[in-house]
């Protein structure tokens, strides 16, 4: 019983015991010859048997106990009839040795109570060891359990923190790869229009009123880069020349009036 395979790792001491199967054979061996010695089946001879019956039974290990139980009958016929064998030896080397046989079995009969009462307690002790043993088994049984289930449990824990961080770590690399992609997007957008911006330069402004619009459209569609330079012509130069006389016409005119003179545009 002891070499299940499926039992716990921390088997009760009941199920060891304390001492070998074969143990108790020995015992009623030496209470026998304890027996032979006194020269009769007395008291003292079935005080010894009852102690050493329930003794055995109860320190035998597990696998030996049936056998310890079962043997307390047969220890108990053949103890005696070795002592009345040893008793009365000269009984049986007459012819009648039926007679002699049953002369040295009698005692067996006579004090038939302490049989029955070590068998019984006996039987009530492997009784007892068998329920404690199978109760011990099956708490072991439901201790090893629960710790499979435990660690079976943290297992899942584990591999579903493990799973959820894993998640996060390709949805962060998802995100950093979409904004890498979109700072690319940007930039590449922002280049072609800083370049524009750079070739686009602002027209030269007209710093006389009196420029004609032929002047400020062949200034404004000159190059950006390098505006064109041009000379006026003698008509220009003597418009230019008419309209200053008549300015200053004018303001001469108003100052000997008293007006004020007009602002200069």
């Known amino acids: 019983m002891t070499n299940d395979p499926q039992a716990p790792e921390d088997v009760p001491l009941n199920r060891w015991g304390f001492i070998p199967p074969w143990a108790p054979l020995l015992v009623a061996v030496a209470v026998a010859f304890t027996g032979v010695v006194l020269g009769e089946v007395s008291t003292v001879y079935l005080v010894l048997f009852f102690l050493s019956s329930i003794v055995c039974t109860a320190l035998v290990e597990l696998r030996g106990l049936f056998l310890t139980v079962v043997t307390v009958p047969f220890a108990w016929f053949g103890g005696i ?10 009984s049986f080397s007459d012819g009648n040795r039926k007679t002699a046989l049953l002369t040295a ?18 039987l009530l002790i492997a009784l007892v060891r068998q329920r404690l043993d199978a109760a011990a088994r099956e708490r072991a049984l439901r201790l090893a359990r629960q710790r499979r289930r435990r660690s079976a449990t943290a297992d899942e824990d584990n591999r579903r923190v493990t799973s959820r961080v ?7 690399d998802r995100d950093r790869y979409r904004d890498r992609d979109r700072e690319r997007e940007d930039t590449s957008e922002r280049a072609p229009s800083a370049q524009r911006a750079r070739t686009v330069t602002r027209p030269p402004r007209h710093t006389r009123t009196g420029d004609s619009p032929a002047t400020a459209s062949s200034t404004s569609t000159s190059s950006p880069e390098q505006p064109e330079i041009r000379t006026r012509t003698a008509e220009e130069l003597r ?12 303001s001469h005119t108003a100052r000997h009036r008293g007006d004020d003179a007009p602002l200069d545009i």
């Open 81 to 90: 009839t070795v002592i009345g064998y040893f008793a009365d030896r000269a």
């Open 105 to 122: 079995v009698f005692p067996a009969v006579e004090n038939y109570l302490w049989l029955l009462v070590s068998f019984v307690v006996s």
């Open 166 to 172: 894993r998640d996060l770590e390709r949805t962060a």
């Open 239 to 250: 418009a230019a020349s008419e309209r200053r006389r008549a300015r200053e016409e004018s």
